[in-house]
């Protein structure tokens, strides 16, 4: 043993705890922005931190969360604070704040300087893979993006409606579909030409019949020819069957080919119909029945605040992680390691903030306080599952004597079925400011109106619900780009010009990762109605137009068709309708003559009997007599 | 320079008086330093033994440095093997959870993959680690002591002047 080497051992444990007591709040100033860097995507900054490690408190001066879409703004910003953790959690690297009370945060507060980070450092932190909530964004805008052009031109619908290109760029299914049954009927009728042509019956039929009506039984004077005449009928049946037989099963052969085209007219309809049908889509004819009216005027609005909260909500989700199974070995840096938890029994989770008040106000400044907000939240966790308890948020705020807001919020992630559900009130907010797309036939602004906005959001596993109900009054629209350039359009603007109420209804189902989103509104309904009215008459003539090109278009094919299918039925089925006629009779005739030589055989049998019977007797008489 | 030092420490130990189980025991605690994260709980009592054993400093410092090399290599293989030890054996989960538990020994890291993987790894090592420096150090003292010692760059190491040189160098250049 080196004894003496204690001495260096405690210079460097020194040298070391040293270095660290000075470093300390550096190093956890560095953790903290290194933590919130890599959930918000842009910088996050604390000035002044200051831990206490007798007391175990911890203070700072400012601490700001760069907005990731506006870096030159912050997302939050907080002044001082001061909080102490529980010592025992402590010792056990548990950071566990029993309660923490954050005054004075603003959010939209200018920056001194820009808060992106490095584009390197950024990459880093987007390389996550995109989940339910990105796709649903992407699907949102699409929504947007993908509705039609509103086409409100009455004049359009009847004059500049080119049927004929519309044919053309159409390509008319129904008369490719039409010749091919023409093709068909053709070819069908050349085989039983053909076959027609090598069947001749007539002569065989004629010697039967011939052979048949010779044989006339009363003429017959004995017993044995009759029997000789009967053979005779029976072979000429037993020929006529097989002859039969083959009649019969060419006239069975023939009308089932011939019948499958007399249901032609109902497959042409079909086929029409599809083609109609097709154009009226090229056409893009306007519905005017659902001109979404609400969603060109709201929706993009609508989309941009639900996109902006759906970030909030995917950054709540990495503050409140969701429970996983096992944990799942993740990708991470050089040297860098993944660290794994185990249950706790304290039931402290690694990072627990237990309760959290709040107060300060959303805008920037004291000039421009927005609404002074005041709550609490409770259960804030990194390892929700761990501390057994929803995290449970509750802010009140209000601007002016009016004017208020209410979240409230429940984020269930103690089982690996989550289930979130967030309530969002806001009072008469004033519309004026909302901002509505420029669309050609419908207002581009608001300039007078409140409104209250109710929205309430539900998430689970797969499964994403949001509904917003705004219901707006005393409203009146701007109509500076309007285009009143038709009937259509003015009655567009007299109506809105009308309405001093809006209700916007917004639904949204995202289940199995399909999107389902919904914005209905009362202008739709109001306006519809007059368009229908005014528009119904003119879509209806363009749609007898395109109906009645397509008609004239199929008309000759289908004359021609019919004309094809009448000839060759005449031409196929006539001969074999006759052979099948002249067969049946002869083969009637054959059983008839049959019977007759039959009874004439029995009856003249019977007769011979009676008189060799008279003969027998008589003999015997004499016999006796004698 | 600091290297140059190292080195020329190094020589004089291999040459010294110590003996091939000081000189090998100084290497295998140093690998375990240089395995590992440096700041980790565990290294305290590393460091501790190294001290207060009469193990060779120098061979543990260079030890330190050469396997904080091999661990960079292979940090990938750490991730791995920690992982599947802290997640993947059952059997393991209640003393890892008695750990996690305990009060300071949670403070150690043990549930970081890369400290678990390597410190898991190392001290596997140690004994073989042992065995095969101590073999090289008997090896080197029989077969190559007597040539190195001939080779110029031995002397000069040796002779530190190298490190007297650079010292010069650096007050030239009025640093």
């Known amino acids: ?626 | 320079m600091f290297i140059l030092k190292l080195l020329s420490k190094l020589l004089k130990a291999l040459q010294s008086a110590d003996s091939p189980n000081q000189l090998a025991w100084g290497f295998a605690l140093g690998a375990i330093l240089g395995l590992t994260p440096l700041w980790n709980l565990h290294n305290i009592l590393i460091i501790l033994l190294i001290f207060i054993l009469k193990v060779n400093l120098s061979s543990a410092l260079f030890s330190l440095i050469l396997f904080s090399l091999i661990a960079w290599i292979f940090d990938p293989l750490f991730h791995t093997l920690g992982f599947a030890l802290l997640v993947q054996l059952p059997f393991l989960q209640s003393l890892w959870n008695l750990l996690y538990n305990a009060p300071v020994l949670s403070l150690s890291r043990f549930n970081d993959t890369i400290v678990m993987g390597s410190l898991f790894c190392s001290l596997i090592l140690l004994v073989p680690n042992f065995l095969l420096f101590r073999w090289m150090v008997v090896l080197y003292r029989r077969t190559w002591n007597e040539s190195v010692k001939k080779w110029r760059l031995a002397k000069i190491l040796k002779s530190s002047k190298a490190v007297r040189f650079y010292q010069k160098v650096k007050f030239l250049g009025g640093k």
């Not at chain 1, 040293?18 to 956890?28: E, G, P, T």
Request: with cysteine.
């Open chain 1, 1 to 626: 043993m080196r004894w003496k080497g204690f001495i260096p051992f405690l210079v460097l444990i020194g040298i070391v705890c040293v270095v660290s007591i000075l470093f300390m709040d550096r190093w956890i100033e560095g953790g903290i922005e290194k933590t919130g860097e890599a959930i918000v995507g842009a910088k996050v900054e604390m000035d002044g931190l200051h831990f206490n490690l007798f007391n175990l408190s911890v203070e700072w001066d400012r601490f700001q969360v760069t907005d990731p879409k506006n870096t030159m703004q912050n997302l939050i910003e907080i002044g001082r604070t001061d909080f102490n953790m529980r010592s025992a959690a402590l010792l056990r690297k548990w950071f566990v704040i029993e309660e923490i009370t954050v005054a004075d945060v603003r959010s939209g507060t200018e920056r001194a300087y820009d808060g992106a980070l490095p584009p390197k450092k950024q990459e880093a932190e987007e390389s996550d893979e995109p989940g339910m909530l990105d796709h649903l964004k992407d699907q949102l805008q699409r929504e947007i993006d993908q509705l039609p052009v509103m086409q409100l031109s009455s004049s359009d619908l009847t004059q500049k409606l080119n049927v004929d290109s519309l044919v053309q760029m159409a390509d008319l299914k129904v008369l490719d579909r039409v010749d091919s049954l023409k093709t068909d009927l053709n070819q069908t009728s050349d085989e039983w030409n053909r076959f027609l042509s090598d069947f001749h019956p007539e002569e065989e039929l004629k010697m039967i019949r011939d052979n048949i009506t010779s044989i006339d039984p009363k003429g017959i004077k004995t017993v044995p020819e009759l029997v000789a005449a009967l053979g005779k009928v029976q072979s000429a049946q037993s020929t006529m069957q097989n002859l039969k037989e083959t009649v019969d099963l060419k006239y069975r052969e023939a009308h089932d080919d011939f019948d499958r085209f007399s249901y032609y007219p109902q497959h042409i309809d079909r086929w029409i119909n599809e083609d109609y049908q097709r154009i009226l889509q090229k056409a893009k004819l306007p519905d005017l029945s659902a001109q979404n009216i609400g969603k060109r005027l709201f929706g993009q609005e609508m989309v941009n605040r639900i996109q902006t909260w759906i970030d909030y909500y995917a950054l709540i989700q990495k503050i409140i992680p969701e429970k996983k199974e096992k944990p799942e070995k993740e990708e991470r840096p050089r040297l860098e390691g993944q660290t794994i938890h185990f249950a706790d029994r304290h039931g402290w989770p690694s990072f627990l903030i237990e309760h959290l008040l709040l107060s300060g106000q959303t805008g920037s400044s004291d000039e421009q306080p927005g609404f002074v907000m005041q709550g609490e939240a409770s259960g804030i966790t990194s390892q929700p599952w761990i501390y057994g308890k929803p995290t449970v948020i509750d802010l009140r705020g209000a601007r002016g004597e009016q004017r208020s807001l209410r979240i409230t919020g429940s984020f269930d992630h103690t089982t690996t079925a989550i289930r979130d559900s967030i309530a969002f009130a806001l009072q008469n907010i004033p519309l004026q400011n909302m901002a509505i797309a420029e669309t050609p036939y419908l207002p581009s602004s608001i300039s007078r109106g409140w409104a209250d906005v109710n929205a309430f959001t539900r998430i689970a596993e797969g499964y994403f619900e949001m509904q917003i109900h705004v219901n707006g009054r005393d409203v009146a629209f701007g109509f500076e780009s309007f285009e009143a350039d038709n009937v259509l359009s003015q009655a567009i603007q007299k109506i809105l010009a009308g309405l001093n109420r809006i209700d916007i209804q917004t639904n949204l189902y995202v289940r199995d990762a399909v999107v389902d989103f919904r914005l209905t509104s009362n202008l739709d309904q109001v306006v519809s109605n007059e368009l229908k009215k005014m528009g119904s008459q003119a879509l209806a003539e363009a749609e007898t137009r395109i109906r009645q090109r397509i008609d004239q278009l199929s008309r000759d094919r289908i004359t021609d068709l019919e004309h094809l299918l009448t000839q060759n039925q005449v031409a196929v089925l006539g001969p074999i309708d006759q052979y099948k006629k002249q067969s049946d009779a002869i083969r009637t005739l054959i059983d008839e003559k049959l019977q007759e030589v039959q009874a004439d055989i029995n009856q003249r049998q019977q007769g011979e009997a009676g008189d060799l019977q008279e003969r027998a007797k008589s003999l015997l008489e004499d016999l006796f007599n004698q």
